[in-house]
T-cell receptor, first 113, second 115 residues
Framework: GAGVSQTPSNKVTEKGKYVELRCDPISGHTALYWYRQSLGQGPEFLIYFQGTGAADDSGLPNDRFFAVRPEGSVSTLKIQRTERGDSAVYLC???????????FGQGTRLTVV | GENVEQHPSTLSVQEGDSAVIKCTYSDSASNYFPWYKQELGKGPQLIIDIRSNVGEKKDQRIAVTLNKTAKHFSLHITETQPEDSAVYFCAASLDSGGGADGLTFGKGTHLIIQP
């Protein structure tokens, strides 16, 4: 596809469960970003990948959150022992390289019940 | 860390009038200030950005101004049209490289264009 694709679009999970959220960036984009957006708020930075490595993970809130990008393309955000406060829209963005315009996907709406 | 305040939270203007959204930031080291437009059910879309070595930037009906001394920047939309209705976010980061690394966003402004 032409844009950033995120799957699933919606995810409902029970408190305490493990979830994985997937991001397919625009083909050829080396930079990939994860953000979290709570209702009525602006996006909150989580992590930035340059290629396969996490160049900046300062936004990850705690050790329950982890993200990988093993081949420098698709990325997975992993959340362990989910809590109700993790409910939000998780946004992924990619850019051709660091310093270039970032394009956001439509997000995954995560609801923890 | 950086803190970005955005006002107003809601702005309603008549079609054809101008709209102004204002943001302040706390970290004087921030040097990159993008503005995003977010439509319902979609991800944010970059509409304009400015770096700290520039005071003003314009792109057709959209302009952004930056006052580094006062640590505030503003988005100006002229000749508003119905399709301008959306939520607008300002953001700031410490890295003038651009992209979306480590952006701190404001809480957003819901812009409503009245026909």
């Amino acid at each position: 596809g032409a844009g950033v694709s995120q799957t699933p679009s919606n995810k409902v999970t029970e408190k305490g469960k493990y979830v994985e959220l997937r991001c397919d960036p625009i083909s050829g984009h080396t930079a990939l970003y994860w953000y979290r957006q709570s209702l009525g708020q602006g996006p909150e930075f989580l992590i930035y990948f340059q290629g396969t490595g996490a160049a900046d993970d300062s936004g990850l809130p705690n050790d329950r959150f982890f993200a990988v990008r093993p081949e420098g393309s698709v990325s997975t955000l992993k959340i362990q022992r989910t809590e109700r406060g993790d409910s939000a829209v998780y946004l992924c963005a990619s850019s051709a390289d660091r310093g270039h315009e970032a394009f956001f996907g439509q997000g995954t709406r995560l609801t923890v019940v | 860390g950086e803190n970005v305040e955005q006002h107003p939270s809601t702005l309603s203007v008549q079609e054809g009038d101008s709209a102004v959204i204002k943001c302040t930031y706390s970290d004087s080291a921030s040097n990159y200030f993008p503005w995003y437009k977010q439509e319902l059910g979609k991800g944010p879309q970059l509409i304009i950005d400015i770096r700290s070595n520039v005071g003003e930037k314009k792109d057709q009906r959209i302009a952004v101004t930056l006052n580094k001394t006062a640590k505030h920047f503003s988005l100006h939309i002229t000749e508003t049209q119905p399709e301008d209705s959306a939520v607008y976010f300002c953001a700031a980061s410490l890295d003038s490289g651009g992209g979306a690394d480590g952006l701190t966003f404001g809480k957003g402004t819901h812009l409503i264009i009245q026909p």
